[in-house]
Structure formats: structure tokens, C-alpha cells
């Protein structure tokens, strides 16, 4: 087995990035249903999820993993960002939604 050297959150869209640079023959079962499955529900490239993720962490105050969340659904409304901020329990002030909603338009 591997050893770990480091370890992050990455997007869907990162994901689909990372198995698509290796050999197609060399990867294993899990790989290609993951590979598939990242191929099928990355809603952004990976520049730009990453991108988005940088700036909800810094303008916004969100954690990567929250961040991340959010850039692997694309909530469209308010409403729905709601949706995921209540499951964090953390209530944001309008201007914060407002200023994710942004974000978010601009990665999709």
C-alpha cells in the first residue's frame, strides 16, 4: 500500500481531472466507476471549481469541505444554499449568501 504524503478536499471536477490523467489499462475497477461517475456529475472544470473553492473559503469564510460541497451540487438559489448551510448549522448573514450565490453563478 501507498503511503499518504498529504491529503485535501477536491472537488468532483478535480476528481475527473485526476483519473482522466491516468492510463486507462492500469486503473482499477473502483477507479473506472468512480472515473464514471466524475465524468457524469462534475458540473464545472476543474480550474474553475478550484477557483471557486479558493474564493468561498476566502470571501466567504467557509471551510474546503463546505466549499467543495457546494461547487459539487451549484445550488441555484438562495433557497437552496440554505439547504446546506442549516445541515452545517451555521447561520450566514444575506450579504454572505448573496456574495456565494456569485460565486457560485460564475463556476457553473
Known amino acids: 500500500m ?5 491529503k485535501r478536499t477536491v472537488s468532483v471536477a478535480e476528481v475527473r481531472e485526476i483519473l482522466a490523467s491516468l492510463d486507462p489499462e492500469k486503473i482499477d475497477q473502483l477507479q473506472k466507476r468512480t472515473q464514471d461517475y466524475a465524468e457524469k456529475f462534475a458540473k464545472s472544470d476543474s480550474k474553475d471549481a478550484q477557483s471557486a473553492i479558493n474564493k468561498l473559503v476566502k470571501e466567504c469564510k467557509l471551510t474546503e469541505e463546505e ?6 451540487i451549484l445550488p441555484k438559489t438562495a433557497a437552496e444554499i440554505r439547504v446546506f448551510t442549516a445541515g452545517w ?6 450579504d454572505t449568501m448573496e ?5 457560485l453563478k460564475g463556476a457553473s
Do not use: R
Open 89 to 94: 448549522k451555521k447561520l450566514l448573514p444575506a
Open 67 to 72: 466549499a467543495a460541497e457546494l461547487i459539487n
Open 2 to 6: 501507498k503511503e499518504i504524503k498529504s
Open 99 to 103: 456574495k456565494i450565490h456569485g460565486i
